[in-house]
């Protein structure tokens, strides 16, 4: 960056997370890393509690069941799957209904870190289970139903075939993709100059008023002899380390981004006329839930003659504003800087689903969408409660039995500092005029 410039968020954040050298996610860099769990950097729900897993199962156990229980042509995928574990639960729970589970042709992850692929490998096929690589991605075969898992690192390479049936889920993966950030300036009139009659040499104009442009917001390398102070790092990111080596700045001129992006949704064109106003953008969200809705809907590119399957998106960010500052560092489970340690601390943001939605339904004709609703909701509706009160009955009295009661309760607390509230879930289904609310969003089993 010294020597090309500022460079967007968006690629500091691809570079941080996903860049073959030193990638948070896909770097390799100290030997037996581990992001997830108590002596990594986060824990997500399915680490915290297996329940999670097993709704998830169930819920679209229920949608496959009141998509008329196709015999075939069903795919179960996952973006960004972590160490597997949510795969796992799921997979066991759905081999409890064997018409479904018979149903399965095939089960995709979209993942982009080696390390990662390997675990999740490891943990749905076996330690000793044969990994093999193609063209298509690296194959393995699930231990618990006898289908092929096939591992892939972008959603593009996944085989269409209008007959499938696929069944989508991603938790924690849309708020790890890069996201721009823009606000509006006021940007003085250009100097105009117009001849006058008396003089042959030029003369200024009446003064024009500013006018209002979006500027992106860069990442550049902070001053040499920075501090926290001059910097401004919240106290609560600063933990004793070193001050942050980059910082967000307004880019003074204009960016290619900031012409379209700004552009690309009414949501963000009448903020224009309000000065200082922030937006964040993720194309990349954008391009994930129109993959997922043609998938499910077709599109005039992938026709279908019958719409189905669905997507189910669990994440954290607010239910129907536009996301504004919130990129984040953890570290160790502590919030740090996100321009601090590039590559060791995960970065992530706030997820846009009213965005989501927006792309879904632009993308296919043939789906709609429903919620977001909070997480607790969700879970709370797909019976939580039961559920966990079973796994604490067989547990008796003992340490074990209180552990399960506290994880589950924390994937349901509606505090702020829990996860109940700010934790959301939005579904992508086959279009049907409003007519079946999903399970978890209003509806039924069946109806
Ligand atoms: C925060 S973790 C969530 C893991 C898991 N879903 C869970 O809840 O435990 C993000 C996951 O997305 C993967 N990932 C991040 N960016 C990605 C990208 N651009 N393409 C594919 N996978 C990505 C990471 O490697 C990781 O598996």
Redesign the pocket.
């Known amino acids: 960056m010294q020597t090309t410039g500022p460079i967007t968020l968006a690629s500091y954040m691809?570079m941080c997370?996903?860049s073959d050298v030193g990638g948070y996610?896909?770097g390799a860099l100290e030997e037996g890393r581990d992001?997830?769990g108590r002596k990594g950097d986060?824990i997500?729900?399915?680490?915290i509690s297996q329940v999670f897993g097993e709704l998830i199962g169930i819920w679209f156990v229920a949608e496959w069941m009141s998509q008329g229980k196709p015999k075939q042509g069903v795919e179960l995928v996952?973006?960004?799957?972590?160490?597997g574990?949510?795969m796992d639960d799921m997979l066991r729970t759905i081999r409890n209904f064997p018409d479904m589970a018979g149903s399965i042709d095939a089960v995709y992850m979209?993942?982009?870190?080696r390390e990662?692929r390997i675990a999740q490998k490891n943990l749905l096929c076996g330690e000793d289970a044969p990994m093999s690589e193609s063209k298509s991605g690296y194959h393995s075969t699930c231990k618990y139903l006898d289908v092929p898992i096939v591992w892939m690192?972008?959603i593009r390479s996944l085989p269409r075939d209008p007959n499938r049936t696929p069944f989508i889920v991603?938790?924690?993966?849309f708020?790890?993709?890069p996201i721009h950030a823009f606000q509006v300036v006021e940007v003085p009139p250009p100097q105009q100059t117009t001849p006058s009659p008396s003089n042959s040499r030029a003369a200024p104009s009446e003064p024009k008023s500013p006018t209002l442009q979006w500027r992106e917001m860069v990442v550049a390398p902070t001053p040499l002899g920075s501090t926290h102070t001059s910097l401004g790092t919240p106290k609560s990111e600063q933990h004793s380390g070193p001050p942050p080596e980059f910082q967000l700045t307004l880019s003074p001129t204009s960016t290619r981004h900031a012409l379209y992006l700004p552009e690309s949704s009414p949501r963000y064109r009448v903020l224009k006329s309000t000065p200082t106003s922030l937006i964040e953008v993720c194309p990349?969200a954008s391009l994930y839930a129109s993959n997922f809705a043609a998938r499910i809907g077709g599109s005039p590119q992938h026709p279908k003659p019958k719409p189905s399957g669905a997507a189910l998106i669990l994440d954290y960010g607010p239910a129907n504003t536009i996301p504004v500052n919130s990129l984040r560092g953890i570290r160790k489970h502590q919030r740090v800087s996100p321009f601090s340690e590039p590559g060791l601390v995960?970065l992530?943001a706030d997820v846009d689903f009213m965005g989501i939605a927006e792309a879904a339904m632009k993308s296919s004709e043939g789906v709609e969408v429903h919620g977001p609703v909070e997480q607790s909701d969700f879970l709370e509706a797909m019976g939580i409660r039961q559920r966990a009160e079973m796994l604490v009955k067989k547990a008796g009295d003992g340490a074990r039995a209180r552990e399960i009661e506290g994880a589950w309760k924390r994937l349901v607390d509606r505090t702020p500092g829990g996860m109940g509230k700010v934790y959301k879930a939005l579904a992508i289904l086959p279009e049907n005029g409003g007519k079946r609310r999903p399970v978890g969003f209003g509806g039924d089993i069946g109806g």
């Open positions: 691809r997370l996903t996610y896909t992001q997830f986060f997500t729900s399915p680490e996952e973006v960004g799957p972590g160490r574990t949510l979209v993942e982009a870190s990662l690192e972008t991603a938790h924690e993966f708020d790890a993709l990349d995960d992530s």
